[in-house]
């Protein structure tokens, strides 16, 4: 917690307002760099609330939401990639509404992932990032990600350009209250 927020594990009951979080901060974030049908058949596809339900108190995934006075204004979630034995994992979404950004809310969901997958033993964090979302970038890479790779995409009918980071992760990054 800190001040109003409050970073707590996703339930099935935020996926209508995760599912409003994302079509707020994708249209933001992507207006220029993405076509407005291919945000609208992503969105459609990857943030209804049943499309999102099992990801909700799956094993190897940490969902979280930032929480205002039980209106959420951003979320997150880590899920494990790979083979198991390789204790890798990836950071697939991490949005916070505009209006919201700048208060530290992405650095709070950040560090309770890392928490979390310090405890389940995971070694390396990854996330990709759209290579002219200079903003994003910037904050990965304050938060210890490095360069890894870039890659193209295909999006709906157009290519993107990923940008791949990796992050180590370690018992610098265990909490002392972690959020479950």
């Known amino acids: 917690m800190s001040g ?10 935020d996926l209508p307002q995760i599912a409003k979080v994302a079509r707020t901060t994708w249209d933001n974030t992507y207006n220029y760099t993405i076509a407005p049908e291919n945000r609208r058949e992503f969105l459609e596809r990857a943030y209804t609330p049943e499309n999102l339900t099992p990801s909700i108190n799956a094993q190897d995934h940490w969902f979280y939401v930032a929480d205002l006075d039980q209106t959420i204004v951003g979320f997150s979630h880590f899920l494990r990639r790979y083979h198991p034995s390789q204790n890798r994992a990836e950071l697939v979404r991490l949005y916070v509404l505009p209006e919201h950004q700048n208060q530290r809310i992405g650095s709070l969901m950040l560090a309770n992932g890392f928490d979390a997958l310090a405890r389940a033993r995971i070694e390396h964090c990854s996330v990709s990032v759209q290579s002219s979302n200079h903003r994003a970038r910037k904050f990965y890479e304050r938060h210890g990600f490095i360069f890894r790779r870039t890659h193209g995409q295909f999006f709906g009918t157009q290519i993107i350009t990923l940008i791949e980071y990796t992050r ?3 018992k610098a990054d265990l909490q002392d209250s972690p959020v479950e």
């Open 4 to 13: 109003k927020y409050t970073i707590r594990p996703a339930t099935i009951a």
């Open 168 to 170: 180590p992760i370690t």
